[in-house]
Structure formats: structure tokens, C-alpha cells
């Protein structure tokens, strides 16, 4: 998201359960939610059984959030079947089917958890050990045998209730399954808003960018209303009262990435745009609520233009879609997958193009550690200037004033140490300001050449810092090396970088 937009956030805001879901299904997370009416969300939950593990699940150990994830465990694809009774509240009966591996021998399953009483938990479709511990977020399985390196198991998860809440210090607002009550221009709607641990508010998940996985999410919604989702939407079809979408995101994103909108939109199709691998098309479609207007629609019909740009520096776009659904809450643009969620108030081009870039940085190219969010966010605000340089604007212009922007701020080395610094003006501009200082020392073919083996280098495996110096050696010498760990470490602001000819378009 924007750094703007975190900063207008923070100024705009100061200040259970479902009894005979049904029988255990062999067809996936569809099978573990019944067509109950919401009055049934106060039956008390069915209680834990939890065998202690010899040796406990350890966490991923990432250094802003500690807590978060575990080590060894590999979750491969959530099998999500959500339905939304209420739109507009936090109610959810959702049944989760996840595919687990291992990268050790584990003897116990630490899922992070913040949501609505668990009912039933199966592995493999037995009746196994569990507990949900509300007080350290967790919810921990002790399945008979350990889960053993080369093996995969079926995890079964069945909740119903009020989603969790986890508050941003920073924005002041709950990360996570977001309810927007109806309004005079607006009807009931559901989002998610999940960066950077929210996931774990609706979904028992391993809430950590280094485990991406696919998706299956399927959405059952009353009459009159849409869903929308990551990935590719494969089936629509008419229940009862309502109406169920399933969309399939084929390619492994971070579980705050996963996009789910329950609204009354007006989608919004466009031919697709020959950007993806080996020139395939990418699909594109918008969603709009009814309060958006031709002006705020307008942007969104140049993004085949900002793909086209965009590929032509960072490489074949990564997923098989790409659009936006708009929302009417004053809170960040979002870099959600295939599906960027978009504030009316940020439905701007630079904004778009911002969100656009992250499908490359932070979706797909994924990170190792929240203290190298600097990755996700200077890339992506970098790629504005790419974009405006593209539509003839004075690329010189923006650098400048991004390095006053730095230079009357306090600035700081771009590997955070704190929460508070993971979106502060330092991550975007003082991020985008070492990009450029490398595109000035090495020139515009390299730097392209450059971008685009980084994003093929790190698509199937997470990145840190570290990692992308070493790249820089290896890929454009040890000179380009030092002059982009200067703008990573000094604990001051480097000279302004120079770029000493004019941008060459791809």
C-alpha cells in the first residue's frame, strides 16, 4: 500500500456458533459448511482435546513478529468454502481444507489463529488432537504421527461465528475480515484488509510471507450480491437464497495477499493484455460498488497500459488476472493478488500502478522477513517513476523531490528494526532512491536486464536483503554492489543520485 495513504489513515482515524454444520465431506472445504441460517452463530463450541507434543512447534522467528508461523511447515493450498449469512458484519461459517508438508519432521502443527471458535478439526479425515489457544493466537494440532519430510497431509478445519480482530498501532483499525455496514450510497460489504498478519483474524493459516501457497476460494453470498476473489473465477452458480463463486488462484501468493469482497458490484470486463508468459493473455476485470462514478472508473482503463509498461522492465506479469475491486472505506490501497483493493479516494494512477507493481514485489517475489519490507515497498514506488517516465513526465523532477521528501524526515537504513518503521517514508522513498542509485551507476539496458533476472531469480523462493546485494554482485559487479548497500546501511542520506541520460522506454 501506499505510504501516503498510511499517512492520511492515521490522520482520518483517531480516536458463536453453528451446531449440525453437517457430516465431513470427501470433496473439500464445500463439504464442511451446512446452508444454516445465521441465527444459528450462539451454540457453543464442541470442546479441544490437545495431547502434549514432545518436542512443541517453533515459530518462524521473524524479527518484527517473532510469534508468527512455523518453522518447518510448508502449507501447500487452502481449500477455503467461506459463507457470508449477513453481509456487512463480522458473521462467517467457513470450512478449511489445508494440504500441509513438512520440511522437517513435525510433531505438532502450530497454525496462527485469531478467529471464531473451531468446532471440528480432521486429519485426513480422522478425528484428531486439537486446541485453539486464544490468548497466543494459535491454533495447534498433535495428529497421531508426526508429519514426516516428503509427505503431505489433509488438514480439516470447521469454525463459524465473529471473525477476530488485530489492531494496527499505526492505522489504529483491525487488519483482517473487514465488515463496512450499509450507508445512504453504500450497501452492506465485506473486504479483506490483511497486511501484514490480519489472515489469521478469518483463516487458521501459517501468516507468514515465506510460506506462500494457492487458493481455492469459493463464497456463498445472498441474492443480490457478488463475490470476488484472487485468482481466475472458475464457477458461479445459484443456491438457495443466494449464489456461490469459486475462484482458483493457481500461482502461490502470502496469505495477506489473498483478496475477498462480498459487495453489490458492477464487474467490469477488458480484453486481456498479451503480457504473461510467453505472451499469454492476462485477464482483466474490475468491480465497482455503485458509488463509483465515471471519474473514479476512468484510471482503471489505462492498466493494460501500465502492464504493458511495467512487464517491459520487471518481466512477464506472474498471475493469470489483474484488476481491482473498488471499496468505499478511507483506509490504503491494497496490493491484494490478481485484485488489487482500491479506496475510491486512492483510485488514482500512480496509486494503481503502486499496487500493480507489487504483483512482481511482495506477491510473487515474496519476502523473507517483515524487516525487509523496503523490498516489497521501494520497488513498487519506483515503478511509479518508470510509469511517468513512460507518459513523457520528467523523471528528474520525482527523484527530487522524493530526496527532499527523505532529507527533511528522519531517515534510517532500509532493513527495519521495529514495527513502526515497516511503512515509514524511509521503506518507499528512501527504497525507491537506492533503486535509482543503482539504475544511475549501471544504465538503463542493465537495469532492466537486471530487474527482470531478480524477479526470475526469486519467484520460487522467499528474499531477503542480503539476498538481493549478493544478486547485485553476481549480476552487475562489485561496484554496483557498494553503491547500493551505501543507500542500504548508511545511517545517514547518501548524495542524491544522478541518472545520467534519459530513461530508455522498453
Known amino acids: 500500500m501506499t505510504a501516503r495513504a498510511r499517512r492520511r489513515l492515521a490522520q482520518w482515524w483517531r480516536p458463536a456458533l453453528l451446531a449440525g454444520l453437517g457430516t465431513w465431506g470427501p470433496v473439500g472445504a464445500q463439504?464442511?459448511?451446512?446452508?444454516?441460517?445465521?441465527?444459528?452463530?450462539a451454540v457453543p463450541a464442541l470442546p479441544s482435546i490437545l495431547a502434549p507434543a514432545a518436542n512443541p512447534a517453533q515459530p518462524i522467528g521473524d524479527s518484527i513478529f517473532p510469534a508468527l508461523g512455523q518453522a518447518g511447515l510448508d502449507v501447500r493450498h487452502y481449500d477455503l468454502s467461506l459463507q457470508v449469512d449477513q453481509p456487512g458484519t463480522l458473521g462467517l461459517r467457513v470450512g478449511a481444507v489445508l494440504t500441509l508438508a513438512?520440511?522437517?519432521?513435525?510433531?505438532?502443527?502450530?497454525?496462527?489463529?485469531?478467529?471464531?471458535?473451531?468446532?471440528?478439526?480432521?486429519?485426513?479425515?480422522?478425528?484428531?488432537?486439537?486446541?485453539?489457544?486464544?490468548?497466543?493466537?494459535?491454533?495447534?494440532?498433535?495428529?497421531?504421527?508426526?508429519?514426516?519430510?516428503?509427505?503431505?497431509?489433509?488438514?480439516?478445519?470447521?469454525?463459524?461465528?465473529?471473525?477476530?480482530?488485530?489492531?494496527?498501532?499505526?492505522?489504529?483499525?483491525?487488519?483482517?475480515?473487514?465488515?463496512?455496514?450499509?450507508?445512504?450510497?453504500?450497501p452492506a460489504a465485506n473486504y479483506t484488509f490483511s497486511e501484514p498478519d490480519g489472515a489469521r483474524t478469518f483463516l487458521p493459516v501459517n501468516d507468514h510471507p515465506s510460506d506462500p501457497a494457492t487458493f481455492t476460494t469459493r463464497i456463498t453470498v445472498p441474492r443480490g450480491y457478488v463475490a470476488a476473489a484472487s485468482g481466475v473465477l472458475r464457477a458461479?452458480?445459484?443456491?438457495?437464497?443466494?449464489?456461490?463463486?469459486?475462484?482458483?488462484?493457481?500461482?502461490?501468493?502470502?496469505?495477506?495477499?489473498?483478496?475477498?469482497?462480498?459487495?453489490?458490484?458492477?464487474?467490469?470486463?477488458?480484453?486481456?493484455?498479451?503480457?504473461?508468459?510467453?505472451?499469454?493473455?492476462?485477464?482483466?476485470?474490475d468491480?465497482?460498488?455503485?458509488?463509483?462514478?465515471?471519474?473514479?472508473?476512468?484510471?482503471?482503463?489505462?492498466?493494460?497500459?501500465?502492464?504493458?509498461?511495467?512487464?517491459?522492465?520487471?518481466?512477464?506479469?506472474?498471475?493469470?488476472a489483474h484488476g481491482a475491486a473498488v471499496i468505499s472505506p478511507r483506509v490504503p490501497a491494497l496490493e491484494t493478488a490478481t485484485l488489487m483493493t482500491m479506496p475510491l479516494a486512492s483510485s488514482f494512477e500512480r496509486v494503481i500502478v503502486h499496487e500493480t507493481a507489487h504483483q512482481w514485489f511482495g506477491d510473487r517475489v515474496v519476502l523473507g522477513d517483515w524487516a525487509d519490507v523496503w523490498l516489497n515497498e521501494g520497488f513498487a514506488t519506483y515503478a511509479e517513476l518508470l510509469w511517468l517516465e513512460s507518459r513523457g513526465e520528467n523523471g528528474a523532477s520525482?527523484?527530487?523531490?522524493?530526496?527532499?521528501?527523505?532529507?527533511?524526515?528522519?531517515?534510517?537504513?532500509?532493513?527495519?528494526?521495529?514495527?513502526?518503521?515497516l511503512f515509514d517514508t524511509s521503506a518507499y522513498v528512501r527504497g525507491a532512491l537506492a533503486l535509482h542509485a543503482l539504475r544511475s551507476a549501471v544504465g538503463d539496458d542493465a537495469f532492466r536486464r537486471f530487474l527482470r533476472a531478480y524477479v526470475a531469480q526469486f519467484s520460487t523462493r522467499p528474499v531477503r536483503t542480503a539476498d538481493l546485494l549478493a544478486f547485485t554482485r553476481q549480476e552487475l559487479g562489485p561496484v554496483a554492489q557498494t553503491v547500493l548497500r551505501v543507500w542500504v546501511e548508511s545511517p545517514t542520506l547518501p548524495p542524491l543520485p544522478v541518472l545520467a541520460r534519459p530513461a530508455a522506454q522498453p
Not at 463439504?31 to 452463530?41: N, Y
Not at 449464489?243 to 502461490?252: I, K, L, N, W, Y
Not at 458509488?291 to 493469470?320: E, K
Open 31 to 41: 463439504a464442511l459448511i451446512s446452508q444454516a441460517g445465521p441465527a444459528q452463530l
Open 102 to 186: 513438512a520440511t522437517r519432521p513435525l510433531e505438532q502443527v502450530s497454525l496462527d489463529f485469531l478467529g471464531p471458535a473451531v468446532q471440528e478439526v480432521r486429519w485426513n479425515g480422522q478425528a484428531v488432537a486439537w486446541q485453539q489457544d486464544r490468548a497466543a493466537g494459535k491454533l495447534r494440532i498433535t495428529p497421531a504421527a508426526a508429519l514426516q519430510p516428503g509427505r503431505t497431509a489433509q488438514l480439516s478445519v470447521r469454525y463459524a461465528g465473529q471473525a477476530g480482530t488485530r489492531r494496527d498501532p499505526e492505522l489504529n483499525l483491525s487488519l483482517g475480515w473487514q465488515g463496512v455496514p450499509a450507508g445512504p450510497s453504500q
Open 236 to 285: 458461479e452458480e445459484a443456491v438457495p437464497g443466494g449464489r456461490v463463486f469459486t475462484f482458483e488462484q493457481a500461482q502461490p501468493i502470502p496469505a495477506y495477499a489473498l483478496a475477498i469482497h462480498v459487495n453489490q458490484f458492477q464487474t467490469v470486463q477488458a480484453p486481456a493484455v498479451p503480457v504473461g508468459v510467453g505472451g499469454a493473455g492476462v485477464q482483466r476485470r
Open 287 to 320: 468491480y465497482f460498488p455503485p458509488a463509483a462514478d465515471g471519474t473514479i472508473r476512468a484510471p482503471y482503463l489505462r492498466l493494460g497500459d501500465m502492464l504493458g509498461v511495467l512487464s517491459g522492465w520487471f518481466g512477464p506479469f506472474p498471475f493469470a
Open 398 to 421: 520525482v527523484v527530487a523531490a522524493w530526496y527532499e521528501r527523505v532529507r527533511d524526515q528522519a531517515t534510517r537504513p532500509l532493513v527495519a528494526r521495529r514495527e513502526g518503521e
